[in-house]
């Protein structure tokens, strides 16, 4: 198995930053594809990034783009999520999944992944 752990979440004011990490385990980390969702209170769990094993591919959201960085570091098996320009709009719970069989495929559903963590909460004030 898998075990996946999201740290970074907290209170910011609108236009601020946060800098989300996902600690996950396993020997094959570097062939993972990695990626964040998030769920804003009453609303669906939404795609918000993700990564390739490579590193070298990564994929956002509409909402997110051009305010979001999804990036790796396979030497200490973590994912970041660097956010920047919060908006009031971003606040949700965001959850790091991980999806260890290896794909080419760009993964943006919640059934696409099959290891998530407990979630970190992110709160963007106005």
């Known amino acids: 198995q898998v075990s996946v752990v999201e740290s970074g979440g907290g209170l910011v004011q609108a236009g601020g930053s946060l800098r989300l990490s996902c600690a996950a385990s396993?020997?094959?980390?570097?062939?993972?594809?990695m990626g964040w969702f998030r769920q804003a209170p009453g609303k669906e769990r939404e795609f918000v990034a993700t990564?390739?094993?490579?590193?070298?591919?990564?994929y956002y959201a509409d909402s997110v783009k051009g305010r979001f960085t999804i990036s790796r570091d396979n030497a200490k098996n973590t994912v970041y999520l660097q956010m920047n320009s919060l908006k009031p709009e971003d606040t949700a719970v965001y959850y790091c999944?991980?999806?260890?069989?290896?794909?080419?495929?760009?993964?943006?559903?919640?059934?696409?992944?099959?290891?998530w963590g407990q979630g970190t909460q992110v709160t963007v004030s106005s």
């Open positions: 999944a991980a999806r260890a069989i290896i794909t080419q495929a760009t993964l943006v559903s919640l059934g696409d992944y099959s290891y």
């Open positions: 990564i390739k094993w490579s590193g070298g591919s990564t």
């Open positions: 396993g020997r094959a980390f570097s062939t993972y594809t």
